[in-house]
């Protein structure tokens, strides 16, 4: 989804449209605890470690997720990823072959991360906790799942944008929180702020990490393209591409997880003819293309990066898989 301009404005129209819907949010945010406190989550042989957030929109929860794989990889665990698999068809639990399988079938987010190992998707998180079980993994990155209790979590990170922070501070639909801050925090063991400041945490005890998204600036600066996306905040990958040195002869949003068509790819590549550049787009809209649609288009590749890695190596030490 885009998000609403009232959840970043400040005149009176949007405090006004926010003071509307603040009850839906009360009503929202309470379901969330209702379901919290009523689960009886599974508890996986395998460690469980949750990359979640509060807001909706991309925070870099997946970036997150890849820098703790490859740290249990380093540490002799063997993980793999679960996914819900948001915009795919199948159900699940099954094992992402990114070869032979789409994004219509399992959803963007799996078909990137599978680029970085083992992926799992499953609408049930406990059924694809067990077949990761089945599989041998010993340690599962649920990539996304805060709100969400069918499992048993060693270990807690929620993941915040520094430059938007919580918005507008009220709840779904009245602004991007899925929960109040504090109930959502109540629950983390850690939170990895990426870049801008650090927002107010309302006095939260825990781990807080501060990390950036460094792009791949080098194949692109100084190139002309026509950038397109189709995730929670595109205007960050257009600024982000900007920053880079790359030329922008046009840019080009579509809403989050949107599934191309024949004909956008058509008019998006016209308009590169036109302007004489080239396209250009995120890793996850790349993983949404059909195999035809990839040729003509590059890849505006970003990694996270910890200003200091050793609290959250030391965090991943100590959680350990119960027997």
């Not at 799942?145 to 430059?163: C, P, R, T």
């Not at 005890?205 to 600066?221: I, K, M, N």
């Not at 949107?258 to 004909?263: D, E, G, K, R, S």
């Amino acid at each position: 989804m885009r998000a609403p301009e009232f959840w970043t404005r400040t005149d009176g129209y949007a405090g006004l449209v926010g003071s509307l819907l603040t009850p839906l949010g009360w009503a929202y945010g309470a379901s969330v605890a209702y379901k919290a406190a009523r689960a009886r989550p599974y508890r996986a042989r395998a460690l469980v470690i949750c990359v979640g957030n509060l807001s909706v929109g991309g925070t870099g929860k997946t970036p997150l997720a890849i820098v703790i794989a490859r740290m249990l990889q380093e540490g002799g665990h063997h993980p793999v990823f679960l996914s819900r698999g948001y915009g795919g068809s199948k159900r699940g639990p099954l094992l992402v072959d990114a070869r032979a399988m789409t994004a219509a079938e399992v959803g963007d987010e799996p078909l990137l991360l599978a680029r970085h190992g083992s992926v799992i998707v499953a609408r049930s998180r406990r059924a694809g906790a067990r077949l990761a079980e089945q599989m041998n993994f010993d340690a599962i990155v649920m990539d996304d799942g805060h709100q969400n209790f069918a499992l048993a979590k060693d270990l807690s990170l929620v993941v915040i944008d520094g430059e938007e922070g919580f918005g507008n501070g009220r709840l779904l639909p009245a602004g991007p929180l899925r929960e109040p801050v504090a109930q959502g925090l109540g629950r983390a063991d850690a939170v990895v702020v990426v870049g801008g400041s650090v927002p107010d945490l309302g006095g939260f005890g825990g781990v807080v990490l501060q990390s950036r998204l460094v792009a791949d600036c080098e194949p692109w600066r100084g190139k002309r393209v026509v950038a397109f996306a189709g995730i929670g905040r595109p205007e960050k990958f257009f600024a982000a591409a900007r920053a880079c040195g790359v030329d922008l002869a046009a840019c080009v949003a579509f809403p989050d997880h949107h599934p191309y068509t024949t004909t956008e790819l058509s008019d998006l590549a016209r308009r590169s003819k036109e302007h004489g550049a080239v396209l250009l787009t995120t890793e996850k809209d790349f993983a949404r293309l059909m195999p035809e649609q990839r040729r003509e288009v590059g890849i505006f590749a970003v990694e996270m990066r910890l200003a200091d890695s050793q609290p959250l190596r030391r965090l991943l030490t100590r959680s350990r898989p119960r027997s």
